[in-house]
């Protein structure tokens, strides 16, 4: 990673989030804390592939890894994921705008067919 991208939370909570197997894990994360050997049960990937996974995820601080006996179970954190959101947010009204154009030009195509 580069130092532009390290200095920069919401860069590295995106680039953690682009991987798919990555957002399964957080997804799975949702319903409480889970081992290394709970996460990579789902996935046909090795345990040493997710933990590299999670380092990933631990490193974006989306994940919090505690130590208990010789397990380190992960659990879910979930600030960097609130500052993404509210990034996403800014281009709500964006979206909303086109997709209401979207749907006015829908119904004006349906409206013209019904009536010719």
């Given amino acids: 990673m580069n130092t532009a991208a ?3 939370p919401l860069t ?4 953690a989030l682009a991987d ?18 709970d996460l990579a049960a789902p996935f046909p990937i090795s345990t040493q592939a997710v933990s590299q996974h999670l380092k990933v995820l631990e490193r974006a601080g989306l994940i919090t890894r ?13 600030a960097r994921l609130k500052d993404a959101t509210e990034w996403l947010e800014r281009y709500r009204p964006f979206w909303d705008e086109r997709f209401d154009r979207l749907d006015a030009r829908l119904e004006a195509s349906r409206k013209g067919r019904q009536d010719g």
């Fill in 6 to 8: 390290a200095a920069d």
């Fill in 66 to 78: 505690s130590r208990s006996a010789q397990l380190r179970p992960s659990r879910l954190q979930g």
């Fill in 12 to 15: 590295t909570t995106f680039a």
């Fill in 20 to 37: 798919p197997t990555r957002r399964a894990i957080l997804a799975r994360l949702t319903q409480g804390e889970a081992t290394v050997n």
